[in-house]
């Protein structure tokens, strides 16, 4: 049997166009959030003032990449830095350190064994003795 194996999991869908659900959240909440500023403050300078940021952060949030990764979880990991303590310090709590002095260990100097110089003699004895003597498959001798 041959089964299809899924690829491109790690894309998220695409539901509206070419936009992912979150891209579209994203637009939508700025396009409502301006359209409620137009709607309060009736198109006058201070609308214009709040509008383009909030336009600008709502499109860059939606399209804007860095390596392949949304501008969102750089803005995640930016407000997460910002939160977390920049200075850490290390302090010692009731820990008491105890050195144990190691007993020594003596040990017994074992001198090498004397060098062996094999004579010529004793080569080809060893030698005649690998020559001469059958060896069966079997059962060695």
């Known amino acids: 049997?041959?089964?299809?194996?899924?690829?491109?999991?790690?894309?998220?869908?695409?539901?509206?166009?070419?936009?992912?659900?979150?891209?579209?959240?994203y637009l939508l909440i700025g396009g409502v959030i301006d359209y409620l500023l137009l709607t309060y403050l009736k198109g006058g300078v201070v609308f214009w003032i709040l509008a383009i940021p909030i336009a600008v952060i709502a499109l860059s949030l939606t399209f804007i990449k860095i390596q392949d990764q949304p501008l969102s979880h750089f803005v995640k990991a930016g407000?997460?830095?910002?939160?977390?303590?920049?200075?850490?310090?290390?302090?010692?709590?009731?820990?008491?350190?105890?050195?144990?002095?190691?007993?020594?260990?003596?040990k017994k100097v074992i001198p090498p064994p004397p060098k062996r110089r094999i004579e010529k003699s004793e080569l080809e004895k060893l030698s005649q003795m690998?020559?001469?003597?059958?060896?069966?498959?079997?059962?060695?001798?």
Do not use: C, H
């Open 1 to 25: 049997m041959q089964y299809k194996v899924p690829q491109n999991i790690d894309l998220e869908d695409k539901i509206i166009g070419p936009l992912t659900m979150i891209q579209f959240l």
């Open 130 to 141: 690998l020559d001469t003597q059958r060896v069966s498959a079997g059962n060695p001798k």
């Open 79 to 106: 407000i997460a830095y910002l939160r977390s303590p920049k200075i850490r310090l290390w302090r010692r709590n009731g820990l008491a350190v105890e050195y144990i002095q190691a007993k020594e260990i003596k």
